[in-house]
């Protein structure tokens, strides 16, 4: 098998130490005893060595090793699983070096991106008719672009955060990194700040091109030494679903699960719908209950709501 060849596109987002860093940092991770190795007492770095991984993946050591240095526009689907199967890659660390891997492939045309979309006034509706969940809309670069008046409310502290500046959607990598209050609102900070930098990741791989993503890398690089070094660990992170823990500076701390579900919009563009639910009978569910009272529209009592015939279909 001949070695990868060069990208000689001489675009400026050549991605090729995106593709070293990753690969270097997943060896790194992965101990040898876990694919049943002996330690030894002659290994100098962590991990697997190139060739231990060249022997996995069926390729030559001189050929992992162009490919870690990050000539990969030309390799085979086939190569790349081998390669993310001798790694040991999870889903979402094997997406992102295809996606890692198409960005690389030379083209002819301009490569476009994504673009910002303003949401349809039908996912504005739906968001809001969750009154006893906490619901947003937000984008590859962890903006909320819609919401309902309960997760408003649930992140109070971070819609008012200055880091939401003059752009008028809050963003949780600001946040997290930006404002010193994130630390006692979010209860478990590190393991969420992890999560959020291991998004925006996966998202650099997605759309390399986009200008505005780089720039708020750039910024946070810039001003948070946190986020610096959660970002060199080069961890990705495609769906986010678990457990949410916050200390609310009015109802006190409230426990939630919360799903991830893709919602594609037109132009390409595609955003992440998160629901939060409390369990019932518990006193975050109650603590939830007492926010959403605070957030539900008032009733006029000079128009009362009148039932409608089981019958009546008009309109």
Same mark, same amino acid.
């Given at each position: 098998?001949?070695?990868?060849?060069?990208?000689?596109? @001489?675009? =400026? !987002?050549?991605? /090729?130490?995106?593709?070293?860093?990753?690969?270097?940092?997943?060896? &790194?991770? *992965? +101990?040898?005893?876990?694919? @049943?190795? =002996? !330690?030894?007492? /002659?290994?100098?770095?962590?991990?697997?060595?190139?060739?231990?991984? &060249?022997? *996995? +993946?069926?390729?030559?050591?001189?050929?992992? !090793?162009?490919?870690?240095?990050?000539?990969?526009?030309?390799?085979?689907?086939?190569?790349?699983?081998?390669?993310?199967?001798?790694?040991?890659?999870?889903?979402?660390?094997?997406?992102?070096?295809?996606?890692?891997?198409?960005?690389?492939?030379?083209?002819?045309?301009?490569?476009?991106?994504?673009?910002?979309?303003?949401?349809?006034?039908?996912?504005?509706?739906?968001?809001?008719?969750?009154?006893?969940?906490?619901?947003?809309?937000?984008?590859?670069?962890?903006?909320?672009?819609?919401?309902?008046?309960?997760?408003?409310?649930?992140?109070?502290?971070?819609?008012?955060?200055?880091?939401?500046?003059?752009?008028?959607?809050?963003?949780?990598?600001?946040?997290?990194?930006?404002?010193?209050?994130?630390?006692?609102?979010?209860?478990?900070?590190?393991?969420?700040?992890?999560?959020?930098?291991?998004?925006?990741?996966?998202?650099?791989?997605?759309?390399?091109?986009?200008?505005?993503?780089?720039?708020?890398?750039?910024?946070?690089?810039?001003?948070?030494?946190?986020?610096?070094?959660?970002?060199?660990?080069?961890?990705?992170?495609?769906?986010?679903?678990?457990?949410?823990?916050?200390?609310?500076?009015?109802?006190?701390?409230?426990?939630?699960?919360?799903?991830?579900?893709?919602?594609?919009?037109?132009?390409?563009?595609?955003?992440?719908?998160?629901?939060?639910?409390?369990?019932?009978?518990?006193?975050?569910?109650?603590?939830?209950?007492?926010?959403?009272?605070?957030?539900?529209?008032?009733?006029?009592?000079?128009?009362?709501?009148?039932?409608?015939?089981?019958?009546?279909?008009?309109?």
């Amino acid at each position: 098998m001949e070695p990868p060849s060069e990208n000689h596109t @001489g675009d =400026p !987002t050549d991605n /090729r130490s995106e593709i070293r860093d990753f690969l270097i940092s997943r060896r &790194a991770k *992965l +101990a040898p005893e876990r694919i @049943g190795l =002996p !330690t030894g007492r /002659r290994r100098r770095v962590p991990g697997l060595r190139r060739e231990e991984v &060249a022997a *996995l +993946a069926g390729v030559s050591t001189e050929w992992y !090793t162009r490919l870690e240095k990050g000539h990969i526009g030309g390799v085979s689907e086939d190569v790349l699983e081998a390669v993310a199967q001798a790694l040991h890659l999870d889903e979402d660390e094997r997406t992102y070096l295809f996606e890692l891997a198409r960005a690389a492939r030379p083209t002819r045309r301009r490569p476009t991106r994504r673009k910002d979309v303003e949401i349809p006034s039908s996912v504005q509706w739906m968001v809001d008719s969750m009154t006893m969940a906490p619901a947003f809309v937000r984008t590859g670069r962890l903006d909320i672009v819609a919401s309902n008046a309960l997760c408003r409310s649930l992140y109070s502290p971070m819609f008012d955060s200055d880091t939401t500046g003059d752009r008028g959607c809050a963003n949780f990598p600001r946040y997290f990194f930006l404002d010193p209050g994130s630390h006692d609102f979010f209860v478990d900070w590190e393991e969420g700040a992890r999560a959020t930098v291991a998004m925006l990741r996966a998202e650099a791989g997605r759309e390399p091109h986009d200008r505005a993503l780089r720039e708020l890398v750039g910024e946070l690089s810039t001003l948070s030494p946190d986020f610096r070094t959660m970002w060199a660990s080069h961890d990705v992170r495609i769906h986010h679903e678990g457990v949410k823990r916050l200390n609310h500076p009015e109802v006190g701390r409230v426990e939630m699960t919360f799903r991830d579900l893709n919602l594609p919009l037109p132009q390409r563009a595609v955003h992440d719908l998160i629901i939060y639910t409390a369990e019932p009978g518990t006193p975050s569910e109650d603590r939830l209950r007492l926010l959403a009272s605070w957030t539900a529209p008032p009733t006029s009592p000079t128009e009362p709501i009148r039932d409608r015939p089981w019958n009546d279909v008009s309109s």
